[in-house]
């Protein structure tokens, strides 16, 4: 019996923070409604719950996870 190769890379972190971002983006959330992505976001990171809101641009959600997943 043969043992599968396993392969663990570490993870981007900028690529992840931008990805999170991404989910919280106001233009990403209106064109998309079938799953409730900001939902998920802030059950994963509750912080963020709390530090944003409908009133940020883009960039200052993007700080904001960035602050929050980079510990920045």
């Given at each position: 019996?043969?043992?599968?190769?396993?392969?663990?890379?570490?993870?981007?972190?900028?690529?992840n923070t931008q990805s999170i971002a991404e989910l919280l983006?106001?233009?990403?959330s209106e064109n998309n409604k079938t799953l409730p992505f900001k939902d998920r976001v802030f059950r994963a990171f509750p912080q963020l719950a709390l530090t944003i809101n409908n009133q940020m641009t883009n960039e200052e959600i993007y700080s904001a996870v960035k602050d929050d997943v980079q510990g920045v």
């Open positions: 019996m043969a043992i599968p190769e396993i392969k663990v890379n570490i993870s981007d972190i900028e690529f983006y106001h233009g990403f």
